[in-house]
C-alpha cells in the first residue's frame, strides 16, 4: 500500500527535521487512519512539491508528529491534458471531477454550455465551484497524486474556443448524423505540450458552438459506437489519451 497524502501550506521543519501536521489534516490522520511510529506519509501542496515523511508520534487527538529529510517536487507530465467539462445536472459534476482526477488529467476547466441544463449563477456557482475544487483536493489525496488538477473559474464559449486555439492538439467529442467525426484512437497527438479535450452536455454540442472550435482548430471525435454520459465520457477520453500518449507506460 502505497503511503497516505496529506495536504499542507509549507514545509518548514525545525532543525532536527521535526514537523508536525495538524489541523483537518492532522486529526484525519491520527484519528481516522490511526498512524503509527515507523509508518510513511506523504505532505505535499498539491502543486508538486512534497516531502515523504516518516511518523514519530503524536500529540493529542489532532497532531502528527513526522521527521521530513526534504523536499522534491515532481516535474509536470507532458502532454499536459486538460478537459473542458460542460455542466451537468445534479453531483454528476463532482463525480466526473473525481474520476478525472483519478486517471490524472492535469486541469479541468467548467463550461456553461448553450445546451447546459445547470446555470451557475451567483452564490450558488461560486457554491458549486468550491465543490468542484474541493473534489479535485480530495480525489487528488486518495489517488495519491502530489500535482493536483487545476479546476478553473466557469468559462463562456468563446473562453473555450481562444483556449482551443491555443492547444498542440485540440479535440471536441461530438457524433451526430450530418457531422463527420474521427475516432479518438486513431488520432495524432503531440508528445509535448497542451492537449485540450472538450465534452459537451447531455444534449450535445450546438452548431454554433462547434462552428466555433472548428474555427479555433479542434476536429470533432467519437470514443466508439456508444455514447456516453457526459460526467464520464471525460474520464473515458482522458484515459484512452494518457495511453496513447505513453504517460501511462
Known amino acids: 500500500m502505497t503511503a497516505p497524502v496529506f495536504v499542507v501550506e509549507h514545509f518548514r521543519a525545525d532543525d532536527g527535521g521535526r514537523y508536525v501536521l495538524d489541523g483537518p489534516e492532522g486529526r484525519h490522520a491520527v484519528s481516522v487512519k490511526r498512524l503509527e511510529p515507523g509508518e510513511e506519509v506523504v505532505l505535499t501542496d498539491g502543486a508538486g512539491r512534497y516531502a515523504t515523511c516518516d511518523v514519530i508520534g503524536t500529540e493529542g487527538k489532532d497532531r502528527l ?41 492535469d486541469a479541468i476547466v467548467p463550461w456553461q454550455a448553450s ?18 475544487r474541493a473534489t479535485a ?26 483556449l482551443l486555439a491555443k492547444a498542440d492538439f485540440a479535440a471536441v467529442l461530438h457524433s451526430d448524423f450530418e457531422h463527420g467525426s474521427e475516432p479518438l484512437a486513431t488520432a495524432e497527438l503531440p508528445a509535448e505540450g497542451q492537449i485540450v479535450l472538450v465534452v459537451g452536455p447531455e444534449g450535445g454540442v450546438s452548431r454554433e458552438e462547434l462552428a466555433a472550435f472548428a474555427e479555433a ?22 484515459a484512452l489519451l494518457l495511453g496513447l500518449t505513453g504517460r501511462w507506460s
Open 65 to 105: 508528529v513526522v521527521h521530513m529529510t526534504g523536499v522534491t517536487e515532481e516535474p509536470e507530465e507532458q502532454p499536459r491534458i486538460t478537459v473542458v467539462q460542460a455542466l451537468p445536472k445534479g453531483d454528476r459534476g463532482e463525480l466526473a471531477v473525481e474520476t478525472m482526477t483519478e486517471v490524472g488529467v
Open 115 to 132: 445546451r447546459c441544463i445547470t446555470q451557475w449563477k451567483g452564490d450558488r456557482g461560486l457554491k458549486a465551484l468550491g465543490k468542484w
Open 137 to 162: 483536493r480530495e480525489a487528488g489525496k486518495q489517488s495519491r497524486r502530489v500535482r493536483f488538477p487545476e479546476v478553473a473559474d466557469p468559462a463562456t464559449t468563446k473562453q473555450v474556443a481562444a
Open 217 to 238: 482548430g479542434a476536429k470533432a471525435y467519437v470514443l466508439g459506437r456508444t455514447v456516453l454520459r457526459t460526467s464520464t465520457a471525460g474520464t473515458a477520453a482522458a
